[in-house]
């Protein structure tokens, strides 16, 4: 089975091979904790931070739900800026922990305007906290980060970024944009399987954290913990889970020696070929214009009279290969190919394209032109 889904994704060989290795006991090893700092050390180099990164154990939702628990006050308002599934989730996170969310952002079909957050802040001076999320994985869209952590940056607003479907595949600058709280996932663009958080946290944040002590409402989703046991005593608040970090620890491996503008170009590539073959096949981009695209995920509005749910069961089960819907608003109505990580290479890509070709055919759609071959011309 090919699971060309927009995480978790395929995941390579050598990646699996690590994680089969023997395990140790993390909370007695003493050399646990030098391995761990050299994990972390990796995470900057990718996240391009010198702030502490942190590996929680805990899918990636994990970490969006430790920075608004550990950083929103009851009764704070929130400006959650949303223009997609993931966004609006930020909002009910912020409301779950007694937050007051206000919420800012536009279309699910194009990206956040700079602008609008920087109108938002302008309108109410108390906000001191924003979430967004760099890429919306459920309708494909990349936002600008860059742009939005400079407007919050300039009138000392912290942000909170959700990057879990950018990092490693798209360029992420956490301390040169000013990003307070970063947050990534270990199945996602790295490929290894899913089961780990990643979250990197500015010395602003950890103040707040700090000054919100007793009153974070949470133990395994609190800073505060690991503020208390991992930055003081180099010890972990729950047991660290040590095959998914081996895991995590190959995968970055093979990121840093492909070297991140390679991973970067090579996501480019790939995407441009799924645009072009998916196109060609008569499908139309959820996201009208390419600009607004990541280079990650390939999101596609469902052809009418097409279920999408049988879609996908006929790729499933004729040809072995795996997509995705959508969530929320967007469910039955886009339809998702994550070509990202281990992905992001012509041989999966070709087959993904092929499969879904067929299967279209399969469900009454005109197909027409073979998506497969227009984008081979593309790869060369």
């Known amino acids: 089975m090919l699971i060309y889904t927009p995480g978790p994704t395929e995941v390579p060989p050598r990646v699996l091979r690590r994680m089969a290795r023997g395990i140790t006991n993390p909370d007695l090893d003493y050399n646990f904790p030098k391995f761990y700092e050299e994990l972390q050390g990796k995470l900057m180099k990718v996240m391009k931070t010198k702030n502490d990164v942190l590996v929680m154990s805990g899918e990636g939702f994990l970490g969006l739900e430790a920075a608004v628990a550990s950083l929103v006050k009851r009764g704070e308002k929130v400006l959650a800026i949303s223009n997609g599934v993931f966004g609006d989730g930020f909002a ?38 924003a979430t967004f999320v760099h890429c919306e994985t459920p309708s494909g869209v990349l936002n600008p980060l860059k742009e939005v952590a ?22 992420v600058e956490v301390d040169e944009w000013g990003v307070d709280v970063a947050l990534g996932a270990s199945q996602k663009c790295f490929s ?5 958080a990643i979250v990197s946290v500015s010395d602003r944040a950890w103040e707040r954290v700090r000054a919100r002590r007793g009153s974070i409402p949470a133990y395994y989703a609190s800073l505060w913990q690991w503020n208390e046991w991992w930055k003081k005593r180099r010890q972990f608040p729950y047991t660290a889970s040590i095959s998914d970090i081996n895991a995590l620890d190959e995968a970055l491996d093979m990121l840093l020696e492909e070297g991140l503008s390679r991973s970067f170009s090579r996501h480019r590539r790939i995407s441009r070929a799924v645009l072009a073959g998916t196109r060609a096949m008569g499908l139309e981009p959820y996201p009208k214009d390419d600009s607004y695209h990541s280079p990650t995920v390939t999101a596609l509005t469902k052809p009418a009279g097409v279920d999408a749910d049988r879609l996908m069961r006929i790729m499933t ?10 969530w929320g608003k967007l469910s039955g109505k886009v339809l998702r190919l994550g070509n990202m990580g ?39």
């Open 92 to 129: 009910d996170l912020v409301k779950t922990y007694g937050g007051v969310p206000k919420l800012v952002g536009g279309p699910y079909d194009r990206p956040v305007s700079p602008e609008a957050v920087s109108a938002a802040l302008d309108a109410d001076r108390e906000i001191g906290v």
């Open 150 to 171: 400079r407007v919050c940056r300039d009138r000392g607003v912290m942000l909170v970024a959700d990057v879990v479907s950018s990092l490693g595949g798209v360029r």
């Open 317 to 326: 089960d004729r040809q072995a290969v795996m997509i995705a819907g959508s």
């Open 342 to 380: 281990y992905n992001a290479r012509p041989a999966p890509t070709l087959k993904a394209l092929s499969a879904l070709g067929s299967a279209l055919k399969e469900s009454g759609y005109g197909v027409k032109g073979s998506g497969a071959a227009r984008a081979r011309e593309m790869l060369g």
């Open 192 to 196: 290894a399987p899913p089961g780990l």
